[in-house]
Structures are given as structure tokens and as C-alpha cells.
């Protein structure tokens, strides 16, 4: 993970992104998606979120 990265759903820096999702990318790169803790707990209620995401929130102590 980065030291910092921008959250894809508030857009503010901040310095503990977390992980939620991959777009992945027929030529060339894909890319990671990021969010600020309180954006990705948010995100993960939805039903569209990856379960692992939950997982991974668990498993940070910041439980969605």
C-alpha cells in the first residue's frame, strides 16, 4: 500500500488509503482504487463491494 494516496470517492489525500477496488486494462496497465478509511467503510455496505474488501477492513480493525 502507499504511504498516501488520493480518495477516489471524496477526493481529499489522505495518509491510509485503502485498497477497494482494480480496474483491469485489455492494453497496457490497470490501475488500484483507493479510498480514505471512512470511504471505504462506507463503500463496503454497498452491495456491489468486493467481499474481500469487508475482509480487509476487518482485518485493519475498522470493521464497515
Known sequence: MPDRGLCVRCHQVTDDPVMIGAVESGSGPGS??????????????????????????AARGDDP
Do not use: D, S, V
Not at 470511504?39 to 463491494?49: D, I, P, S, V
Open 32 to 57: 488500484i482504487l483507493y479510498a480514505c478509511p471512512p470511504c471505504a467503510r462506507e463503500y463496503a455496505e454497498n452491495w456491489f463491494a468486493p467481499a474481500w474488501l469487508r475482509e480487509e477492513l
